[in-house]
């Protein structure tokens, strides 16, 4: 069997600061849509959050200073597990463990990054408890999450009641949609809100914090894991 390469992020591929999901959701379909890809890899999403919305990721380009975490409401990353059985078959020039990579386009690590690696630099208290609220992370199949996530981006709205000069993040934008004015706390990307084939079948055009971010949601997407299911996940090629 001739070796596999892992697939690089496209030098076109789209990043907005702060829209990490949808970040994620194109670079799944760019990757789904490679011509044997299936064949060689399965892909996931990965949601990160837990009952508070506050988990610490080291290593994240975000971050006020080097070496110290920044706190999302969540986060989201890709997965790529191997479909062949053999480490050997394997060409990643990451040197992968075990084959399994993940592309965080916010992290400071490599990209993509050996898995193992990046959950135990990403979340570096795997070892030692620091007192933080644990993360939880929702496993999603990657064709689930291209056919049936959906956000109106309506989460990185500024609430008109808190709308001052003393309120509104320095980063900010305020965006013009016919008579209204609409202050988002990040940029929005450029083209239109995302919802999947289904979603859109199914009417739904905002399902993101409800089916994806809450961990509490048994009726979400995917199963929801802890780190060291997670982990052991990431190992399996089942």
Known sequence: MSSVSYPAVPPQATY????????IYLLAASFLAIPD?????????VFISNRTKTVALWNQRPARAEGVPIVWDYHVVLVLRPL????????????????????????????????QYYLKQT?????????????????IPGDVFITDFASDRSHMVVPISEISASSVPDDATEVQNLSTSVVYKAAPPLYPPIAGVRARENGIVNNLMTDFVDMSNPKGFGVVVNLEELMTWIVSQD
Not at 124 to 136: Q, R, T, V
Request: glycine share 4%; charged share 30%.
């Open 123 to 139: 979340f570096p208290y795997i070892a030692e408890p620091s007192g933080l609220d644990a993360e939880y992370h929702r496993i």
């Open 37 to 45: 890809f299936r064949n060689s890899w399965d892909l996931s999403v």
């Open 84 to 115: 062949f059985s053999s480490r050997d078959d394997m060409d990643d020039g990451k040197n992968s463990r075990t084959g399994s990579l993940i592309y965080d386009l916010d992290t400071t690590l490599d990209l993509p990054y050996d898995a």
């Open 16 to 23: 907005t600061s702060c829209y990490c999901e949808e970040n």
